[in-house]
């Protein structure tokens, strides 16, 4: 085998190794996606289960910032996975 021969190979080996990583790139690009979408979908369904039931007790406060909404989502969410969505401490059992 001729010397530019091999060089051809071990460039269309490089080449089709770096399009499998790029592909695999992609995949989990799109899989992170996909669960950020999952995770803010969440956190949506969360925030209005917790409005809707405040407002039939106590009422929702002006929240101004989003300080203001996880101080008051901290108060109020006691379920462990709605309070992870949201990046909340677990509570500790009273």
């Not at 051809?8 to 490089?14: D, E, G, K, P, T």
């Not at 989990?28 to 979408?37: D, F, G, I």
């Not at 917790?50 to 989502?73: M, N």
């Given at each position: 085998m001729?010397?530019a021969?091999?060089?051809r190979?071990?460039?269309q080996?490089?080449?089709d190794?770096l ?5 695999e790139r992609?995949?989990?690009a799109?899989?992170?996606h996909q ?5 803010d ?6 925030l209005g289960g917790a ?5 039939d007790?106590e ?7 989003r ?13 462990p996975?709605d309070?992870?969505?949201?990046d ?6 009273a």
């Amino acid at each position: 085998m001729l010397q530019a021969d091999r060089v051809r190979l071990r460039v269309q080996s490089i080449d089709d190794r770096l399009a499998r990583l790029r592909a695999e790139r992609d995949r989990l690009a799109a899989r992170a996606h996909q669960a950020e979408r999952k995770r803010d979908t969440r956190r949506k369904i969360v925030l209005g289960g917790a409005v809707l039931a405040a407002l039939d007790h106590e009422g929702v406060p002006a929240l101004l910032t989003r300080a203001e909404l996880l101080l008051w989502l901290d108060e109020h969410l006691t379920r462990p996975p709605d309070r992870a969505v949201f990046d909340l401490t677990p509570r500790q059992p009273a």
